[in-house]
């Protein structure tokens, strides 16, 4: 992954919570970062490549060869902010956190709208070859220009989203049906079991719960403070928070047309 430069300004902890602020520096990686694992998270392109080679192995010449790029280049919809700001967070967990991701969601997205189960992030901490914890959490965009933005707090906000995946086992057992079958015969089938049982033999407690907040704006530590102590002192171990605001420089508004590779947009 593009070794982005990052400057941290601020981390905290209290009780079963971590948070820290943290921004990318505006340089020739923090773009092809954007341009290649957040674009390739974003769009899918090694699952779409796939696709199309496979259509492609079972047309032959003339109609058949022709639908087969009418069916890959049909249109998309229009990317939105918050959906960059989500790949980026998952690119992002990868490299910073060493999350893994046994599935990417945007294959299940069958209309722009459409509804993934219980959480933005899905997906485990590797802790070896045949060894992981559970990890899921919420991600929000925010071009707010208070300090803490409105996304960490009220009924849609990040804080109540996370205490509910906390607290409902319901929706934690969506999520570990959800990856179960995404694992299942994989190379991450053993880290999957070895998560599952981490969860059972704790009584539905051992998992860590990620926020992230990506945002346009300079770092303050209250935008994570007062929901990292509400958190993590609310909750009950072996369960973890682990809250981060992530600082682009660039305004959010913008961040659907920095994915865009040039010689794409010239064409």
Known sequence: MTPCTITDHYEGSSGQATWKGRSISDDPDLRAFLQGPVRERLLDVEGVDEFAADLAGLASAGVASETVEAVIS?????????????????????EHRGLVWPWNKERDKLAPKASLPGADL????????????LAIGEVKTSEDVDTPPGVMSGRSGMAHQLQRLEDDPGL?????????????????WSRYQAAASRYLQSGGREFVLF??????????????????????????????????????????????GLIEIENEEEG
């Open 211 to 256: 926020g992230l907040l990506m945002r346009d704006t300079e770092p303050h530590a209250l935008d994570l403070e007062a929901r990292g102590k509400t958190l993590g002192d609310g909750a009950t171990a072996p369960t973890t928070y682990e809250l981060s605001a992530w600082h682009l420089p660039f305004p959010v508004a913008e961040w659907p």
């Open 74 to 94: 049909g249109p998309g919809h229009a990317r939105r902010p918050w959906e960059v700001g989500e790949a980026a967070a998952e690119a992002l967990l990868e």
């Open 122 to 133: 899905v997906g485990l901490i590797s802790l070896g070859p045949n060894d992981a914890v």
């Open 172 to 188: 934690q057992g969506t999520v570990l049906r959800w990856l179960h079958v995404r694992c299942k015969e994989t190379p991450f």
